[in-house]
């Protein structure tokens, strides 16, 4: 078991799973805990790397009052839990996808999903990348430095980081929620184009809508949400 950092609040956690058959880039986890006295508490969260051995890794973001996340940023080297998993067929990325071009858009922790995708991306396939990534503040930016470098080193990937409250100096675009200007409209009419929205139910609802607006077919759009009182952006509700 292994830990670090991405921001104040929240820890990238390394788990080894014994007889891990694998999973696809976009998967989930269910992750139980049960107490000395049987109560249990159960959360589902996204897998952040794409397929390892027998090594998972999840993003945490740790909510003081929550029951499952404290405890998960807390976990040392020989402590164990129960989980249930992999999860989900549909929203996931796979390298012999058809999409030509692939649009991620994430809100605050929804990134952890879309980040396996990126990376699954960088071992194999040849799709076009574009993550629009809503966050707070700099300081709420999950995968900071690995998606600079991304950037600066992958000619296939563009990354557009939206700041909704307090924005960087040297950012050109003032504060504000993801609008239609800030995705790829000129990918909207081009078959082959592939859409994954991940974030909180509202987010994942405007942008949505926003897409449609834009010209991008709801067939070719994959969501996931996952509610206010989630332990992670993984969470699903």
């Keep these: 078991m292994d830990s670090e950092p991405e921001t104040e609040s929240a820890h990238t956690i390394e788990l080894t799973v014994p007889g891990w058959g694998g999973h696809l880039a976009g998967q989930h986890i269910d992750l139980k805990l049960t107490a000395a006295d049987g109560y249990t508490a159960q959360r589902s969260y996204s897998l952040s790397k794409p397929p390892d051995g027998e090594r998972i890794e999840l993003t945490v973001q740790q909510i003081p009052d929550g029951e499952v996340s404290p405890y998960l940023v807390g976990l040392v080297a020989g402590d164990e839990v129960e989980l249930r998993g992999p999860i989900g067929g549909w929203f996931v990325w796979q390298p012999d996808d058809d999409a030509a071009r692939v649009l991620l858009i994430g809100g ?31 300081g709420d930016v999950y995968y900071a430095q690995e998606l600079s470098r991304l950037e600066r080193e992958c000619g296939w990937l563009q ?79």
């Design 108 to 138: 605050g922790s929804g990134i952890v999903p879309l980040m396996a995708m990126l990376r699954q991306r960088v071992v194999a396939g040849s799709a076009d990348f574009r993550l629009v990534y809503s966050v707070r503040s700099p």
């Design 159 to 237: 990354v557009g980081l939206v700041y909704t409250r307090v924005a960087p100096a040297e950012a050109t675009r003032p504060p504000g929620r993801v609008r239609i200007v800030d995705m790829a409209s000129e990918w909207a009419s081009i078959v082959g184009t592939r859409v994954y929205v991940c974030g909180p139910t509202g987010f994942v609802e405007s942008v949505t809508a926003m897409l449609i607006e834009q010209g991008h077919q709801p067939s070719a759009i994959r969501t996931e949400r996952f509610g206010p009182s989630s332990q992670s952006g993984s969470e699903k509700w």
